[in-house]
């Protein structure tokens, strides 16, 4: 063991959080953590774990839930595809392999939903298998350390961060090996106001050295954002709500909002009644505007998106409007349909 290793381990020892996945370590409860903390916070993520192992302990039950089931349960973590390869990965786990995590680097990178990193977590944390775990907080740490401004978000410096990662894997202990690297770069490394002043490394940290600690990592510049706005239409009938189930291979595929007017531009109120869209989707159904909502701003990776709410009071029964994807629910009844943070944020209000 080298002293960087030695150091590690030491501070971990000291330092690590009691988090439920951390004793004695289950391929499942590795895997759900991973998945859920991808794109989450601990502070929130744990919430969501500990829902998911107290309704589906295993992964047997999870295979066996209904895809409604899991988009509910992940309601508000966003990313929802994550949610979708988390059910499809558990299916595929007890149709393949039994009901058990192959404990196999490559097969586990054959898994639904499971790349390089969560394969190499789950290898290493639950087999202790010799793989080294490169998440956004050992890309930080590594940079920081060695002053690396080559780009973490392009190929040329993943491939450089992952050799480098597997250069300085403690092979002995590869579990807590990498579970110090990444808690390391959560709790001391981090990316605002780092500790570098009462850091056990910083005698051998490059960029505290040379004065670069903030301006490390380097990212390539980020995808333009696009502006969509839409007019969403909230049509209710007595006790009724008319909902719409996304069927479209977008990232809210599967989840349930309302009849939508889509565009480029902003659309007045008195626009989107007038829309061809709006009078297809009504037909000649009687009906009144009850209200239209403040303006709704939700900020997505690559998206931002511009909603309003046009809540509609149908006069008589509406038997044209109902598909397959398009139906009326009771009102009530709603909480038990999986929905996007934005419609939640709207019903909330």
Known sequence: MNRLQETLLNWYAQNRRNLPWRNNPSPYQVWISEVILQQTRVSQGLEYYLRFIEKWPD??????????????????LGYYSRARNLHLCAKQVVTQFCGDFPADYEQLKQLKGVGDYTAAAIASIAFNLPCAVV????????SRLFDINTPINDKKGQ????????ELLDRRHPSLHNQAMMEFGALQCTPKNPNCLLCPLQAQCLAFGRQTVMQRPVKSAKTKVTTQYLIYLVFRLDDKICLR?????????NLYDFPCLECKNPMSVEDAIASEEFKQ???????????ASPIFTHKLTHRTLIAQFIEIKLLQEWPPIETKDIFLARERDLENYPIPRLIDLYLNT
């Open 59 to 76: 992964v047997k039950a999870l295979a066996q839930a209904s895809e409604d089931e899991v988009l509910k349960m992940w309601q508000g």
């Open 135 to 142: 998440d956004g907080n050992v890309y930080r740490f590594l």
């Open 159 to 166: 491939k450089l961060f992952a050799q480098l990662a597997d």
């Open 245 to 253: 189930k996304r069927s479209d291979k977008g990232i809210w595929r």
């Open 281 to 291: 989707l009504i037909g000649n159904v009687s009906f009144t505007v009850s209200k």
